[in-house]
């Protein structure tokens, strides 16, 4: 069965620091992962897409087939990246397509 | 709208009534999800519509649960007989279809809070 798992229900780090919020999935076919972001009292939105390789407000996803797992890294946190962030997979077969997100990590970044 | 836009963004029943959401995606948008985030909770997906095809109902965690789309617009999830486990956000998301890539995005509502009491 397809799955995504965030081990960490809250992750907190000090301003300046550097921040990885870890990701694994299980899924047998080629997979399509993302994460969003879920700002206080602002609604859940696209942060990236492994296939796009960008960065986007510094943070970086790559995709590690072997580990199955795509970890959220930012080299140096602010307080702004305080969120919720969610990693999510999308999967194709059939007729069908679906995003499965994990539970989700909130970050909070202390000054 | 801009944005997808989704009624009542707070409802308060009792226990055994019925309730319905809806949701209004973006124009366009020919795939639509609903989702369920229980407090404290991820993202529990309940029902996906992509087009004309046949609904993906795999998330519905029971028959109290249903959702109606009218061709590629609003869309209506009902919940019959509503129990205090029901409490949670109910999110709806569109995207442009489930193509790989920038068709594959999801745009989300701000949500319907709904509290079984």
């Known amino acids: 069965a397809q799955r995504v798992t965030q081990p960490e229900k809250l992750l907190s780090v000090f301003k300046g620091a550097p921040v990885e919020l870890k990701c694994n999935y299980s899924?047998?076919?080629?997979?399509?992962l993302f994460w969003y972001v879920q700002y206080s009292r602002q609604r859940l939105q696209l942060l990236l897409r492994h296939i796009s390789r960008e960065s986007i407000k510094g943070f970086t996803a790559d995709l590690n087939k072997g580990e199955t797992s795509f970890h959220l890294k930012k080299p140096f946190a602010q307080e702004e990246d305080s969120a919720m962030y969610y990693c999510?997979?999308?999967?194709?077969?059939?007729?069908?397509?679906?995003?499965?997100f994990g539970k989700g990590t909130k970050l909070s970044v202390k000054p | 709208g801009a944005g997808v836009s989704q009624s009542p963004s707070n409802k308060v029943t009792e226990k055994g009534k019925d309730v319905e959401l809806r949701c209004d995606p973006i124009?366009?948008?020919?795939?639509l999800y609903w989702y369920r985030q229980r407090l404290g909770q991820g993202l529990e997906f309940l029902i996906y519509?992509?087009?004309?095809?046949?609904?993906?109902k795999s998330g519905l965690p029971s028959d109290r649960f249903s959702a109606e789309r009218t061709g590629e617009s609003v869309s209506t999830l009902t919940i019959q007989r509503t129990q205090q486990e029901d409490s949670a956000v109910y999110l709806c998301?569109?995207?442009?279809?489930?193509?790989?890539?920038?068709?594959?995005?999801?745009?989300f509502g701000e949500g319907s809070r709904l509290t079984v009491l």
């Open positions: 899924y047998s076919g080629s997979p399509e």
């Open positions: 999510a997979l999308r999967r194709y077969g059939g007729s069908q397509g679906n995003l499965i």
């Open positions: 519509f992509q087009g004309n095809s046949a609904p993906d």
């Open positions: 124009s366009g948008h020919t795939a």
């Open positions: 998301a569109s995207s442009l279809g489930r193509g790989r890539g920038v068709a594959g995005e999801l745009f």
